[in-house]
């Protein structure tokens, strides 16, 4: 692929309030990267110029979030991983990636998943705040709504107060829980990969998730700036579940975090890939911010 370091594009991020171009910031590896990141191939590969543009000119081109490789917590209590490579699934005791950006969403099923085939949901929220689709009738008369707040053009259903969000509402009400579930939707980059992949956490992992978020902000560490270990326990329930676990991918918590001030280039690639997602991913939610506190960067 021909060179082309002065034509703007979305291969370009705003680094510092520069334009750096992906053969500038990818030419040869950084030398600077803590040992959590030393290993990975966007830190690590050599010349990686060429294939950082042209994958920044497939998302250009239309490359959705379900395009990408996407990672789900399994269910049973099962505690290894499975990641889809060239068309086989290898199983994986960890994830160890860098957190670039994260969006939340409830999504409710009138029937069981295995009862809808796992298709689309009657109603989801991609704010948290207001659903979309369709309700059970005897619902919507008791909260007086109408079955077209949750159409398209609507003000959609209230999730605040909507029955299906309630806690005890799982199962018609027989079992704990909330019958429509909340997930969050991890965009990262994983050690061994160039193009970002997306990792859903389920609701018996979010309170993991938070306590790590709030650890990170005690560590002075925007999150996006820490090589995670993401591993797998099982709960016993009932029913048994997985649950996803959250720490630093070193020993030593401070060998995983990126300082800015001891590691610019590490700090600059990943900033470059965060634009990426927000702009592709993020952006057209208009309500996600990118993870990571707000605090000052060391």
């Known amino acids: ?57 497939q998302l250009q081109s239309g490359i959705g979030e379900f395009d990408l490789l996407n990672i789900t917590c399994p269910t049973g209590g099962l505690t290894t991983w499975s990641v889809p490579v060239l068309g086989q699934i290898q199983q994986r005791d960890a994830l160890n990636c860098v957190i670039l950006g994260q969006t939340a969403e409830r999504t409710f099923y009138s029937k069981s998943f295995e009862e809808s085939d796992g298709g689309r949901p009657d109603c989801q ?37 909507c029955e299906q969000a309630q806690w005890d509402s799982a199962a018609g009400g027989k079992r704990k829980g909330q019958a429509c579930r909340s997930f969050i939707n991890l965009f990262v980059m994983l050690d061994a990969e160039v193009l970002p992949a997306k990792v859903r956490v389920t609701p ?10 709030v650890d990170c902000t005690r560590a002075k560490a925007p999150m996006h700036m820490v090589s995670v270990e993401m591993t797998l326990k099982e709960v016993k329930g009932p029913p048994k579940y ?54 000052e960067e060391l």
Request: glycine content about 10%; overall charge negative.
């Open 1 to 57: 692929m021909a060179q082309r370091k002065n034509q703007p594009s979305t291969a370009i991020a705003v680094v510092e309030a520069q334009e750096v171009t992906p053969f500038e910031l990818f030419g040869a590896p950084v030398t600077d990267a803590p040992k959590g990141l030393q290993n990975f191939s966007i830190m690590a590969d050599e010349d990686l110029g060429d294939v950082i543009e042209a994958m920044a000119d």
């Open 125 to 161: 929220s991609y704010d948290m705040q207001h659903g979309f689709g369709t309700l059970p009738a005897e619902q919507l008369e008791r909260q007086g709504w109408a079955a077209t707040d949750g159409a398209q053009g609507g003000s959609g259903f209230d999730c605040e107060t």
């Open 204 to 213: 018996g992992s979010l309170k993991g998730f938070k306590s790590f978020q």
């Open 242 to 295: 997985s649950q996803i676990v959250f720490k630093a991918a070193t020993k030593d918590p401070e060998d995983s975090i990126v300082r800015r001030r001891e590691s610019p280039k590490t700090a600059e690639r990943i900033d470059y890939f965060r634009s990426l997602v927000q702009a592709h991913f993020l952006g057209h939610r208009g309500r996600n911010a990118l993870t990571g506190p707000a605090v």
